[in-house]
């Protein structure tokens, strides 16, 4: 099976963005790890992080046509803003699981609203990038159902 995972806008500066928030990992890091994790299991693992709302949302176009199984989708900022990604992913048809290293829930009200959570299969907040691994062990497990 394949899993894609989607980073939003400034996941790219991860390991020097605000550390105390959002830890001190690079994301090639976390990504080398899923990667790794999910090849243990014999799946296969692709990723993409981009700023741009749009690429995330042709990349989830192309998700449908290539038969990904599951989406892991940190949105970023586009958590909070984004009806067009929301959209994609409907149109997509394919489960996924959110996830946000930080606990949006204690921070600033305006990250307090998801375009997202009322339509995913489950959502992880505030584990760091723990949160990562634990979303891929939730989504190999469903897949195998
Ligand atoms: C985030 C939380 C968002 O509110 C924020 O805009 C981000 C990262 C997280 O992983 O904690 O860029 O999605």
């Keep these: 099976s394949t899993i894609l995972v989607l ?7 991860l390991g020097t963005r605000e550390p105390e ?17 999910a090849a243990e299991s014999g799946h296969h ?3 993409l992080q981009s700023n741009a709302e749009y690429e995330l949302i042709e990349r989830v176009h192309e998700a449908r046509a290539e038969g990904v199984d599951f989406l892991i989708i940190n949105p970023a900022a586009f958590t909070h803003t984004s009806i067009a990604l929301r959209d994609a992913v409907l149109a997509s048809d394919i489960p996924f699981i959110e996830v ?8 600033e009200s305006f990250r307090h609203h998801s ?23 939730a989504a190999l497990q469903r897949i195998h159902r």
Aim: with cysteine; hydrophobic share 35%.
């Design 21 to 37: 928030v959002y830890g001190y990992e690079t994301l090639a890091d976390i990504d080398d790890r899923l990667r790794s994790k």
């Design 115 to 137: 375009y997202f959570s009322d339509i995913a299969e489950g959502v992880i907040c505030g584990l760091g990038s723990q949160g990562y691994d634990l979303a891929l062990q």
């Design 7 to 13: 980073h939003g806008p400034n996941l790219n500066m």
């Design 45 to 47: 693992l692709l990723h």
């Design 100 to 107: 946000h290293l930080s606990n949006v829930h204690a921070r």
